[in-house]
């Protein structure tokens, strides 16, 4: 059975952070979206001089932030995934810190979809010069250095006895990574919730189906593919709108 890598954003989600309650959206209208809300508590340390001792002292403070956020599902992406769940073995690979992941991809598996995961590839931490990943599936992490201030997925990081060169696809929107793999990457066309005739998942389907049974991913005609899922990539630019007193 072949291996399926997904990215998230951009791909199969569109996340919009409301600023404030002057951030309004546009043309939402039958768009597939659900509000996504977690709470993360971290000790904060400081220290803090006695009068007596003239010593510092570290006490620890539990600081709580609340991120909420609106995810909207790329059209057909439910479908699409219990597809690709139920002929392909599934993982994912997104920029996205620990936390956010793992509530997008609870909240659009299935948990015996989430379960099965072959990895589940996010963000720990990052810095001037590297990004920082985990694989909380197969208890694995690793760094990334910057190249020109840039971070690309290499799928070599993820190379294992099951998850090869041969038999792994990964599926991203951005043309760096597609760069960095490109025998292994099908280019999708960027996500936001406001394209028009999308199509993208219900096409990726329909090729998916002629090597859904095959062992390795060497017959895939990735130039054809690409060219169907950008044929009629089309954005709507006013999607959102600043309004005074919303």
Not at 37 to 42: G, N, P, V, W
Not at 47 to 70: D, G
Not at 88 to 116: A, D, H, M, R
Request: glycine share 2%; with cysteine; aromatic share 12%.
């Amino acid at each position: 059975m072949l291996n399926l890598i997904l990215d998230l954003d951009s791909t199969l989600i569109h996340s919009v952070f409301p600023v404030s309650n002057n951030y309004f959206l546009k043309n939402i209208i039958g768009a597939d979206m659900i509000n996504i809300r977690y709470t993360i508590t971290k000790n904060k340390i400081k220290n803090k001089k006695t009068k007596k001792k003239q010593k510092k002292n570290k006490t620890q403070k539990k600081v709580v932030t609340t991120t909420e956020f609106l995810c909207f599902k790329r059209k057909q992406l439910n479908i699409f995934l219990r597809y690709c769940f139920n002929n392909f073995n599934v993982g994912f690979w997104s920029s996205g810190e620990t936390i956010y992941v793992e509530n997008i991809l609870k909240n659009i598996l299935l948990p015996e979809e989430y379960k099965k995961c072959i990895c589940i590839v996010s963000r720990v931490k990052m810095d001037e010069d590297a990004v920082y990943f985990k694989d909380s599936v197969n208890n694995k992490r690793f760094k990334i250095e910057n190249v020109n201030k840039t971070v690309v997925k290499k799928l070599s990081y993820i190379y294992n006895n099951k998850i090869t060169s041969e038999n792994t696809l990964l599926l991203d929107d951005d043309t760096r990574n597609k760069a960095a793999n490109c025998k292994n990457t099908i280019l999708i066309p960027a996500y936001e919730y406001n394209i028009n005739n999308d199509d993208c998942l219900f096409l990726l389907i329909e090729q998916f189906e002629k090597i859904k049974n095959k062992k390795t991913i060497n017959t895939l005609d990735f130039n054809k593919i690409e060219d169907l899922l950008f044929k009629n990539y089309k954005l709507n630019d006013k999607y959102t709108n600043i309004v005074k007193n919303y």
